[in-house]
Each structure stands twice: as structure tokens, then as C-alpha cells.
């Protein structure tokens, strides 16, 4: 499996340029307006651009102004670039963005590098696009093109916070609507049913996951609606009860807890996996095993994740985390290491360290 190396963002937000030596686990900590959630954010933007939805994407967005560092007059110029590896075998994505005089962008410059080491002292570069309004990956037939797309779309991006009346995770989706999780858990009944009837065992691990959490669940009821055999929602049982629940009746907290636990016990993670702020509304206990649950996940793929949770921290080794510091008016990045807190964690947690501003990433 490639996963992300190496990351660079230049002129996006509040990161005026850092590049980033990635691992399989990623946390990363700070104060709010760090710039964690911008990181996370670049590859919500990356996903549009590449499905050719940049020019819609800025217009929704109020204007380039809004996404670039300190806005045109500063930066006129964004730049994103992504390596992947696997084994000595490495595959670069390279996308150049340059603004207009309508506070907008394009594509300057698009380009593919592929990079066997074992063979090749210098890597392979191929132009996909110049001087375009939008992205051409997608429609490039080029073999480091072909990987460059399925490396971006592995990226997958998921926020659970909303848990409102008209959240989609609480209404119906298509019971075929299984391919993968979506970001927002909208066809998490659709998933959880097929998990059910194709990957038992693991949805097992999910029911018997947040039972540890949430003691009253007895499991769910998955089947399409009487009234539509094309469609479902989340339907489950109190131990004890034999009401009707439905996701309405479940808590803010253990609704979230379920999407995670859906998305990380998932029996084929995406390529990498990022999450922003998942401690969002959880009892300590489940942070804990929350903890765990992306530990173990970083085992099969991936992961990033953006929080402000000590007791999420407390979890985790030193160089599991990354320390993101609003410096000079820019976002900076710093993986943490056990020589950094060489001696302290003898008599404090990690998360006690970052309380006592001993790392970073504080107000």
C-alpha cells in the first residue's frame, strides 16, 4: 500500500509553506487558529480541485482572497505537493495554482513524477496540465497519472460534528449506497447493513465496540423500510426494550462514537484517513478507546488526525504527535520525538506536557 510521505502546502490559508514528513499515525496539536484544521482542510480543497471543481469550489468559498495566505496581494501564487511510497517506489503529485484578477485561480501548472529507485538515479516527470482553468488528472491516461488519482482519492476527509434534527446520518439513504463511508456518515446504515451481510465478524467488533461505551445498546435492527425496499436508517435495540430507537434517539456523543468505530473497524480502510477534532462531544472512557481505535487502525492504513482532546493525547507516543504553532503570523509544523520529552514523561503524561506549554501548540 503507498502512503503519503511527503507532504508540501505553500500560500494555502495560514500555511505559507511547510513540508511535512509523514508517518502511519499523525496527531496533530495546538492552539484554535494554528492551523490544524487548515491542514485538514487542504485536502477537502485538493479533492475538488482534481474533480475539476475548482472555479465552483471558489466561488462558494467568497473568492482566492479566502484561500490564500494573506490573500493576492500577499500571495498570488498556491502550491500543493504530494509523494507517495511504497517500498522504492515513489509517485509525485505536483499542482501549481495562480490567482486572477477576478479573485480567482487556475491550474499554471499540473505534473506527475514517478521515482523507481532501485533502477533509476533521477525520477520520471510527465506534464499532465499548463495554463488551465481546471485540473486534467482525472482525464490523463498516463500510468503516474492513473496513481496520482487513486493516491488523492485514498485521501478521505471525515467530520462527524454534525448530529443536528436534519443530519443526514439521521434520515434514509439507499440501501445500495455502500461503496464506502461517506464523509459526513450520510449512508451509514447502507454500510453498516452490508458490513452486516458481508462482513459479519467485523460488525460484530463494531456492535460489541459500542456496547463499551454505550452499555444500554443491545445492537442494531438493519433492513430496508417496508415502504421502500430501496432505502434504510439506522435502527437499533435497548437492552431490555423492545421500543423502536432510531439514530434520533441516541446521544450526540454515541451517535459520533458509532460513525468512528464504523469507519475504523471497516474491514478495507481508505488509503489514508483524516479526521478533524473526533473527541468532539465523547465521555473520557470512549476517548480512551477512541485512542486505540486509531492506533489499531494506523496498523491497516494511514492516519491524520487534528484535536484539542488531552486525554486523546495522553494516549499516543511522542512520535505520534505534531505540534502546529501560529509563528510569525504562519502555521508551523514540528513532529514531536521521544528526545524532546526525554525525561519528562518519567513523571508526566504527555498530554500534562502539552497543558504546561513543555511542547508547543499553546495559546
Not at 491542514?39 to 482534481?50: D, G, N, Y
Not at 434517539?249 to 468505530?261: E, N, P
Request: proline share 3%; with cysteine.
Amino acid at each position: 500500500m503507498r502512503t503519503l510521505e511527503k507532504l508540501t502546502i505553500r500560500n494555502f490559508k495560514s500555511i505559507r509553506e511547510q513540508t511535512l514528513d509523514l508517518g502511519r499515525l499523525n496527531v496533530f496539536i495546538g492552539a484554535n487558529g494554528a492551523g490544524k484544521s487548515n491542514l485538514i482542510a487542504s485536502f477537502r480543497f485538493l479533492s475538488e480541485v482534481i474533480s475539476a471543481n475548482l472555479a465552483q469550489h471558489i466561488r462558494v468559498r467568497g473568492g482566492a482572497d479566502k484561500l490564500l495566505y494573506f490573500g493576492r496581494k500577499r500571495s498570488n501564487e498556491m502550491e500543493f505537493s504530494l509523494e507517495f511510497g511504497e517500498d522504492t517506489n515513489t509517485n509525485k503529485y505536483q499542482l501549481v495554482l495562480n490567482s486572477t484578477d477576478d479573485d480567482s485561480l487556475f491550474v499554471a501548472r499540473e505534473k506527475v513524477h514517478y521515482h523507481d529507485k532501485r533502477h533509476h538515479a533521477d525520477p520520471s516527470c510527465h506534464t499532465i496540465a499548463s495554463d488551465t482553468a481546471e485540473s486534467k488528472l482525472r482525464l490523463d491516461s498516463h500510468i503516474s497519472a492513473r496513481r496520482a488519482t487513486e493516491d488523492l482519492d485514498g485521501c478521505r476527509v471525515y467530520h462527524f460534528h454534525d448530529t443536528s434534527d436534519t443530519a443526514a446520518v439521521k434520515g434514509t439513504s439507499k440501501i445500495d449506497d455502500n461503496r464506502y463511508l461517506r464523509p459526513q456518515a450520510e449512508n451509514l446504515a447502507a454500510f453498516l447493513y452490508w458490513m452486516q451481510k458481508k462482513h459479519p465478524s467485523q460488525f460484530d467488533l463494531v456492535e460489541c465496540t459500542i456496547r463499551q461505551v454505550a452499555p444500554f445498546f443491545e445492537g442494531f435492527r438493519l433492513e430496508h423500510s417496508r415502504l421502500n425496499e430501496e432505502t434504510i436508517r439506522l435502527e437499533w435495540k435497548e437492552v431490555g426494550n423492545d421500543a423502536y430507537f432510531n439514530a434520533s434517539s441516541l446521544s450526540d456523543g454515541t451517535l459520533r462514537f458509532i460513525c468512528l468505530a464504523t469507519l475504523l473497524l471497516q474491514p478495507d480502510l481508505p488509503a489514508t484517513v483524516l479526521l478533524d477534532e473526533p473527541e468532539l462531544g465523547l465521555h473520557p472512557a470512549a476517548l480512551t478507546l477512541l485512542a486505540g481505535l486509531l492506533s489499531s487502525a494506523a496498523s491497516r492504513t494511514q492516519v491524520i488526525v487534528a484535536t484539542q482532546s488531552v486525554t486523546l493525547v495522553n494516549q499516543f507516543e511522542p512520535e505520534d504527535v505534531w505540534t502546529v504553532d501560529r509563528e510569525d503570523s504562519q502555521s508551523v509544523f514540528r513532529r514531536l520525538s521521544a528526545e524532546s520529552t526525554d525525561g519528562w514523561l518519567e513523571d508526566y503524561s504527555l498530554g500534562e506536557l502539552w497543558e504546561k506549554n513543555r511542547l508547543g501548540a499553546r495559546p
